[in-house]
């Protein structure tokens, strides 16, 4: 059903062949919702048109791209003849000396010379550019291609008492978590964060910034109800033609007003 790929941590990323998962006019899937003891509580209907309504695999491909080439540090420097320190004077005359024909001591062809094609890119030019409305497609889709693997997991509450590796550990073991997983919680769900933080296996992020990079990178996802409604409700829902941008009317206006 997939295309696999590797990420640097072992783990597949797995994106949808065409024409898989397409989905009809106003179906809903069902979703389990689950209790920290992994038993079912109760079900969440989503939309499948929200989510894009069929899985577009070079919509999440571009994204994905975009999402990792914009990462890269782009700090890597090696020099080239012009620059490494040393004269530029002809070692010896061009014949009569039985050598190869030979140029000045920085050449990339000695020892101490010069780069031939010297690392010189700075951050911006990996830099990759991609419509704010596209992103937020692709990053629903990548959703709605995990709610199809049965990839996630969905509770009631994700909240822990204390922080506590062991007690989260038994969480993930209780849901059949197996594979690398992604955390979505909220800033202030400092417990959680900090439970999941120490397992090699997990990562945690905000569940206001959920993009297809980091679900794609982690074989589930696992997220509250509350948290999961509000991103599909949150402003990653405009994706349509007429679409408004990051920001809503009524945030504009507040802040012209501030500024008149």
Known sequence: MCECG????GDEIRTPKIGVG?????????VAVLN???KEVGSLEIDEQSLGGEINPSLIKQAYVRYHANQRQGSARTKSRSMVEGSTRKIYRQKGTGNARMGQVRSNIRRGGGRAFAKTKVREEYRLDMPVKMRR???RNALLAKLMDNEVKVFDKLMLSSPKT???EAVLKACGIDRSALIAVTPDNENVRRSARNIETVSVCNSEQLTCFEMLNHRYLLISKADLEAWIAGASSQTAKGGKD????????????EAA
């Not at 397409?22 to 069902?30: H, L, S, V």
């Not at 920001?247 to 507040?254: D, E, I, L, N, V």
């Open 137 to 139: 497609k692709a990053n």
């Open 36 to 38: 920290m003891s992994g």
């Open 166 to 168: 062991r007690e989260f």
């Open 246 to 257: 990051r920001t809503s009317s009524k945030q504009r206006g507040a802040s012209e007003k």
């Open 22 to 30: 397409e989905a009809k006019a106003g179906t809903k899937m069902k």
């Open 6 to 9: 590797t990420t640097g941590r």
